[in-house]
């Protein structure tokens, strides 16, 4: 079983571009949670998805940011326009639920998108 | 607003001796768990603890879970400079995503 897979590792985009990260969760899993990580800073909440719905999008910004779980393949976070300030480390987590039924979440490895 | 608090921000100890995180939350919890993140890597779950569970042992880890005081600490007995690493609590406050703490940031001196 395959754990969380996040590609590409590294991504460079020019000021103005558009970036797409994607996130295949683990079998079986059918949430999916993406995080921020700026340099030297903790992990930030950005969206949480089930299939083919946003459930809690409370830490995506209002602008330029926007992600999906499709019904079949991967889970996209989509930045537009990308600004320095983007530049980051981007983590998927996948879980098979929350509330009483939680266990760990698992992981990807980041993407690590570099704004220049 | 911010769920998991570690403390301290930094820690330095000398291989062998034990390492103790703290993690504050504010709401009710389902669960914490404590994540380990490596320079430059993805996060590994270490431990995860119930609500109704106060302590729990996993290999050289130990997670003690006051829902009283609402705080959790997390103790590497024997530590190794493997062991160097950012650590990352995460509550899960029967919501619907987890929310971590900004980490603690060990250093294991050889």
């Known amino acids: 079983n395959a754990g969380v897979m996040q590609n590409p590792r590294h991504l460079v985009r020019r000021r103005g571009q558009e970036a797409r990260l994607r996130c295949s969760p683990m079998?079986?899993?059918?949430?999916v949670y993406w995080y921020r990580q700026l340099p030297e800073e903790g992990l930030k909440f950005m969206v949480y998805l089930q299939k083919e719905n946003i459930i809690d999008e409370s830490g995506m910004p209002k602008e330029r940011f926007s992600a999906e779980f499709p019904k079949e393949g991967p889970s996209i976070l989509r930045i537009q326009q990308v600004v320095r300030g983007d530049s980051a480390a981007y983590f998927c987590a996948s879980s098979p639920g929350t509330g009483a039924l939680a266990t760990e979440a698992f992981f990807g490895q980041g993407t690590r998108l570099t704004v220049v | 607003s911010q769920q998991g608090e570690e403390d301290p921000q930094a820690l330095s100890i000398q291989e062998g001796e034990n390492a103790t995180m703290n993690c504050s939350y504010k709401?009710?919890?389902?669960?914490l768990q404590w994540y380990r993140q490596n320079s430059g890597r993805g996060l590994v779950h270490l431990i995860l603890?119930?609500?109704?569970?106060g302590d729990k042992h996993r290999g050289t880890l130990r997670d003690t879970l006051d829902t009283s005081k609402k705080s959790s600490s997390l103790l590497i007995t024997a530590s190794r400079a493997a062991d160097t690493a950012s650590y990352f609590c995460a509550t899960d406050d029967y919501g619907q995503n987890f929310v971590f703490g900004p980490g603690t940031r060990l250093s294991v001196l050889p």
């Open positions: 603890i119930r609500s109704n569970e």
């Open positions: 079998k079986g899993h059918s949430h």
């Open positions: 709401t009710s919890i389902n669960n």
